[in-house]
């Protein structure tokens, strides 16, 4: 009897934009042709994808060792920045291991998490900030948001003003959020600059160093509302500074590649902020004609032990406790592995043609 062979469902959906696609066609993916890594807000979902960081960083990219550049907003910038200080594979451990074991409880106020967020970043970048500034190959880019007016305070009255001023504003224009926040770019001052033309908010550029590179990454990260707004960063302008997610949740940018954006995300859509979200707002296509995005089908997530990836909710979420949501995290990441696994045969056999999807 001739036995059927079962083919498990793809681990791993891949989109992407008309110039990319094209190359691929034409010459395969190759890491050489990759020179810009996004990295979006979305806090743990970030290190549901751990294994597919592994298989770029500590696999795909070393067969090529180029100057690169890591855009990062939130969690985003977390993983590139472990990435830079301790190596792709121990650092995306690192990572999990913090923010898997970090709790929360519905009475903490703003500086409760604010100083456990941080006390997690220390832990995370240790003495290792050199390495992520000064690092041969990554040059990393950190996204934030200086607040303007009201949204500069943390009190409650002038927050959720604010807050409800930025939803009124984007229901009518994106742009229009523009007068409650504008966009930093925290780079260090070695090697080539990421810069992006001018567009509806303005922009920041700031110098990242060994001395402020932690309050930059714990600026990217800091969403208003739940954790306090960083302040006195080192050799930047007095403000608060703000989630890099609020303007560039899923880095929508125009991105300056000659070649390959490489994109490991978690969903198979890119929505440019994050109160974007509310009104369903996508991608500009002219912004990623260049993109290769990468993400977990909906076939893997439906088979993890949650349903979907690692979730902030889980922190709070009723019938969830402490030990049973590290457990499932935990197996979660595991899981990450497969997307690793299929990314890196689909380039031994270049198979891209068969499964890659317009973006």
Known sequence: MTQILQRHPPALTIRAGHLARD???????????VDIVPGAAGGPKGIGIQGLDQAIFADFFERCPQRRTLI??????????????HGAKQGTERLAELYTHLSFHKKMTRQDVSDVCRDMLLALIGDRAPHVVNHPNYHLAVLSVKAQHMFQSDKALPLLASIAGIVGATAVA??????????VISQPSLGQQFKIPDDAFQTHYQELTETNVSAWL???????????????IPDAPQGSYRDGGLIDYHIDLPFPSK????????????TPGWFDKLFKRTAHPDHQTRTVLLSPSSEYLRSLPLGRLPDRKDFTLKGLDQHQRIKLWKQSIAESQ???????????KQHFAEVMQAL
């Open 259 to 270: 070649g390959i954006v490489l994109y490991p995300h978690f969903t198979d859509s890119i």
């Open 338 to 348: 497969r997307l690793g696994d299929e990314f890196l045969e689909l380039v031994e």
């Open 23 to 33: 190359l691929i066609l034409k010459e395969g993916l190759q890491p050489e042709q």
């Open 72 to 85: 990062g907003s939130s969690i985003g910038s977390w993983r590139f920045a472990s990435i830079a200080a």
């Open 174 to 183: 994106r742009k229009h959020s523009r007068h409650f926040m504008q966009r």
């Open 218 to 232: 714990m600026a990217s990260a800091s969403i208003p509302g739940v954790m306090s707004a960083v302040q006195n």
